[in-house]
């Protein structure tokens, strides 16, 4: 267990990274649920698990610098604990969550200490020093590649075992009501997506993939490209007002 | 002071430079100035250039460019490159800072819908929609599909930026509730597919009439609208973000209702 807990660690500090800094997007949790999986010998669990997971942050992205619960840590320790106790995937979203928020909480108490950077940056602008900002700039990550990799190894080394018995001992109404948490959860995330896209000019766009899904069973990509067809509708008809009021007639 | 114009002129190889660093915009993220650090760590490579010879003149470049910067990641180089020209050109100190305020904003709206409400669901709904089955090309699908078009807008911004300069500013400014909204178009479609798809919440009570029995979800609910519940569900959980309600106490309400669910054998 040791070795997998460290390759789960290694892991998690390099998407917690990743969320902030390059940012490939393999920190989200269809692809964190493949990894997990994989390091500790159960591959097409860890998919699924991730893909659920993936289903319930759909929403939870950091809109103009807002943090929502953590994605990363959320995503390993979902998936490790659903392989681990054998859970079902949804049962593993509902104990995620919880892990997730409190490593929020934590991070953005890390953010705010984060000025010390700021300041020594400012130190070293005052002497025209372009090689100790770069440095400290870079040197940004480090801490938190610290912390994300402890978070995902101190429960996985030394509760693995602690966190199977504790998942047996919860009562049935308790692990039956998490499944269904697990699975209606998704639609917090899409809640999200409305509260900032969702006008009143664009609900039946909303219906529309809604019925095309319901009725005609679509798959997401053609959902996607009947979407794409019809955004470019409205441009080349100039259905679209611009900023101020007035119809669109050609392009930016 | 006489210089060689052709000296300082920027190339692409600082302009490149600049694009791969801006990938590490947010290194040193603190809640005080946000991005600053990391703006000044991805303008670096034209300030050197510029201000080769000119210590004092870099020195306050570089004071100015640690002001409080946030935008968005994947759009920060057209900002970029706006901006390293307009050091080119050796623009006043205040419009410089001006444009920079000027388009962080915009931008980073328009990050936020293109990126984060657009093209992320799509690409990680469809690997997802993959993954959910089992099918391990559901991830590698979700990498390749997000980063071919994150990549394009990093290296493309860049030029973009620079070579328009000052012109695009005017361009962007008409353009962002355009592009907001074609996002937004693309956007809900897709979202209403995955309330459709991925929202597991069927009930199982039955109802007696007299002898007659009745599953409400397959002999009612679906009658009617199958994805009643799910989509119904969904707009309670917006109704209750529009409240004001955090994600974190709406993620507590979502378990309680379900485990209360369970008890009385609604869910």
Redo the contacts between chains.
């Keep these: 267990m040791l070795i997998k807990a460290l390759l789960i660690a290694l892991y998690a500090g390099l998407a917690g990274i990743d969320l ?7 920190h ?1 949790p ?2 964190t ?2 990894i997990v999986g994989l390091i500790l010998g159960d ?2 669990k860890g ?2 698990v ?3 997971l ?2 319930v942050w ?8 807002a943090q ?2 953590n994605v990363v840590i959320g995503g390993v320790l979902g998936t490790a604990f659903a392989i681990l106790t054998k859970v079902d995937p ?1 049962v593993a979203v ?1 104990l995620a ?1 919880p892990f997730a ?1 409190a490593v929020q909480a934590a991070i ?1 108490f890390i ?8 300041h020594k ?2 130190k070293y ?4 020093n ?1 090689k100790g ?2 440095f ?6 480090i801490p938190l590649f610290i912390f994300y990799a402890l978070v995902a190894f101190l429960p996985l080394y030394f509760g693995a075992d602690a966190a199977k018995s504790i998942v047996n001992s919860i009562p049935k ?2 692990i ?6 697990g ?6 995330g ?10 009143r000019e ?1 609900i039946h ?11 005609f069973k ?4 053609a ?2 490209i ?3 067809i ?2 470019a509708y ?2 080349f008809n100039g259905n ?4 101020d009021g007035e119809a ?1 007639t050609d392009g ?1 | 002071m006489a210089y060689n114009s052709n000296d300082k002129k920027l190339s692409k190889k600082e302009l490149y430079s600049m694009a791969w660093r801006s ?12 991005q ?3 703006w ?2 991805s303008l ?1 490579p034209a ?2 250039k510029i201000y080769k010879d000119r ?2 003149d ?2 306050k470049a ?2 100015d460019h ?1 002001e409080f910067f ?1 935008t968005h ?2 759009l920060v180089t057209p900002i970029l490159g706006i901006i390293a020209a307009m050091e080119e050109k050796g623009e006043d100190r205040d419009a410089i800072r001006g444009v920079k305020i000027a388009l962080m904003g915009p931008l ?1 709206g328009i990050g ?2 293109i990126a ?2 657009t093209i ?3 690409c ?9 089955q ?3 090309f ?2 590698i699908l ?2 390749i599909l ?2 071919v078009i ?1 990549f394009a807008l990093v290296f493309g911004g860049i030029n973009y930026g620079y070579n328009t300069g000052l012109n695009a500013l005017a ?1 962007l400014k ?6 907001s ?2 996002a ?18 069927k009930t199982p009570l039955v109802i007696h009439a007299g002898k007659a029995k009745v599953a409400l979800q397959t002999g009612v609910l679906d009658k009617i ?3 009643m519940l ?2 119904a ?6 109704w ?3 409240k004001g309600l955090s ?2 106490k ?2 507590g309400i ?2 309680l ?7 009385f054998g609604v ?1």
């Design positions: 902030f800094d390059v940012q490939l997007h393999f989200r269809v692809v649920g493949a591959f097409e998919l699924v991730g893909a659920t993936e289903l759909m929403g939870m992205v950091p809109l103009a610098g929502p619960p949804k509902g969550v928020i953005t953010l705010t200490v984060y000025s010390w950077f700021i940056a400012d602008a005052e002497e025209g372009a900002v770069e400290i700039n870079l040197a940004g990550m109404v308790i039956g009501g998490l499944q269904v948490a699975g209606i959860m998704p639609a917090l899409f809640a999200m997506l409305l509260k900032i896209m969702l006008k664009f766009f909303l219906l529309l993939g809604f019925v095309l899904v319901t009725y679509l798959s997401l990509i959902v996607a009947i979407g794409i019809v955004a409205s441009y679209l007002k611009n900023d669109i930016i | 990938l590490f915009l947010q290194a040193s993220f603190c809640y005080e100035r946000m600053a650090g990391g000044l760590y670096l300030l050197k210590k004092d870099l020195k570089m004071k640690l946030n990641p994947f980073g936020d819908a984060w409400l992320l669901p799509i990680a709904g469809l690997g997802a929609s993959l993954a959910i089992g099918n391990a559901g991830p979700f990498l997000f980063n994150h361009s008409t353009g962002t509730k355009t592009i909204s074609l937004s178009i693309v956007g809900l479609t897709v979202v209403g597919a995955l309330i459709a798809s991925y929202i597991s919440m609208l199958p994805n799910p989509l569900f969904t707009f309670f959980i917006y209750l973000l529009k994600p974190t709406i993620i979502i378990i209702f379900s485990i209360v669910c369970k008890y869910l």
